[in-house]
C-alpha cells in the first residue's frame, strides 16, 4: 500500500544552519514526490518535486529509490522558511501526503 | 485570477446533520479533488471530478459524495456528520486527469468543520 512517512512533527534549527526534513515512502510503483509547503496563513503550495530536479528557494531534494526517502534539504536556512512541510507521493490521480513537519527556525 | 477559492470559510454543525463545502476551480481548470486534514495530520484524498464524474476515490465511506457542475465547479456533501469528520477539507484543481504534475495543482484555503 501507498504510504508517506516524516517522522519528525516539529524541527527547531538557528538560522544559517543546514535543514534537512525527513521523508520516507512506501511504493510499488515509480513514484512521483512532491514537498508541498503551508506558511502560516496561507493555503497549501508547491515546493517542489523530484521530476524536475530544481531548486526552490535554496531547497532541493534528491528521490532515493534504494532507500525510498525524499528528504528535503537545505544548506542555510532563514527565519522565512518556517512553515509546515508536507511530503507527498502522487500515483494515478491522486496525493498521498505525510503528516507533515512543522520547521521553526530560531534567529 | 482568484486561484481556487472554497466557501464557507467555516461552520459548526451537529452530530447527524449533513453539510455542503463548495469549491470554485482555478480559471482554466477543469478537474477538481476534495481532501480531509483533520488536526495534526496531512491531507487525505475523497475523491476526484472531472467531465461530472467521480473519476476516483479514496477511502471514505459513502457518506461522502459530490457533485461537479458544467462550469467545472464543485460540492462536496457529508451527511449523518459524525464527530470525526470535524476536519479542514481542501479542494484542489488541476487541469486534466493528471494530477500529479505538481505545478498544475492549486489549492484553496479549505473550509473549517467542527462538528458538536
Known amino acids: 500500500a501507498q504510504r508517506v512517512t516524516q517522522p519528525e512533527k516539529l524541527l527547531s534549527v538557528f538560522k544559517g544552519a543546514p535543514v534537512e526534513l525527513k521523508c520516507n515512502y512506501s511504493?510499488?510503483?515509480?513514484?512521483?514526490l512532491f514537498w508541498y509547503v503551508q506558511y502560516s496563513r496561507q493555503r497549501l503550495q508547491l515546493l517542489l518535486r523530484h521530476i524536475s530536479r530544481e531548486s526552490i528557494k535554496g531547497f532541493t531534494a534528491d528521490l532515493n529509490k534504494g532507500e525510498t526517502s525524499f528528504h528535503l534539504k537545505k544548506p542555510f536556512a532563514q527565519e522565512e522558511d518556517s512553515a509546515m512541510y508536507y511530503c507527498?507521493?502522487?500515483?494515478?490521480?491522486?496525493?498521498?501526503f505525510g503528516t507533515g513537519t512543522s520547521l521553526t527556525v530560531i534567529p | 485570477d482568484a486561484g481556487v477559492t472554497q466557501s464557507p470559510t467555516h461552520l459548526i454543525k451537529t452530530r447527524g446533520q449533513q453539510v455542503t463545502l463548495r469549491c470554485s476551480p482555478k480559471?482554466?481548470?477543469?478537474?477538481v479533488s476534495w481532501y480531509q486534514q483533520a488536526l495534526g495530520q496531512g491531507p487525505q484524498f475523497i475523491f476526484q471530478?472531472?467531465?461530472?464524474?467521480?473519476?476516483q476515490r479514496g477511502n471514505f465511506p459513502d457518506r461522502f459524495s459530490g457533485h461537479q457542475f458544467p462550469n467545472y465547479s464543485s460540492e462536496l456533501n457529508v451527511n449523518a456528520l459524525l464527530l470525526g469528520d470535524s476536519a479542514l477539507y481542501l479542494c484542489?484543481?488541476?487541469?486534466?486527469?493528471?494530477?500529479?504534475?505538481?505545478?498544475?495543482?492549486?489549492f484553496g484555503e479549505g473550509s473549517w468543520l467542527t462538528v458538536v
Open positions: 511504493y510499488s510503483g515509480s513514484p512521483e
Open positions: 480559471s482554466g481548470h477543469d478537474t
Open positions: 471530478y472531472y467531465e461530472e464524474e467521480e473519476r
Open positions: 484542489a484543481s488541476s487541469l486534466g486527469l493528471s494530477e500529479y504534475l505538481g505545478n498544475t495543482i492549486y
Open positions: 507527498a507521493l502522487g500515483t494515478g490521480n491522486q496525493f498521498y
